[in-house]
């Protein structure tokens, strides 16, 4: 496995993991093209993939501009084997580094998903308009925890 910072010329794989996952799915592919990606990974925050073999498997997204996690997505052949734990890791670690602000994210409720953000240290604060649950990460909890 290696993990690194994303590039461009990762969208197209970046956007076959994210078709690929089971929970959290869009209702719409075209709802997020390559070029909001790109906007997320170049302009507003930051990007890490995991590679297997050549191959994206996972990769995560974060937005320092609205301080919020934009994108955590595995490839579900690939669950279940530390790869989300690690792009979280990275993430979460770069983010703090900018910043000390909290930081926000929403997923649907009742999913792994949900499961993992407890686990990795998260808070709910509530539910956004659409019903997923809204979670914050604090600078405190994050290095107090080390999750």
Known sequence: MIFRVAEISDVKQMQVVRHLVKENTLSNPDLVPDKDVIFYISEKGKGWVCEIEGKVVGFSIIDLREKSVWALFVDPEFAEKGIGK????????WYFEQTKDNV??????????ERFYHLQGWTIVGNYPNGEVKFELSYQRWVQGKY
Do not use: C, Q, S, V
């Open 104 to 113: 926000e994210l929403g997923t649907a409720p009742n999913t792994r998903a």
């Open 86 to 93: 690690e792009l979280h890791r990275l993430m979460m670690d």
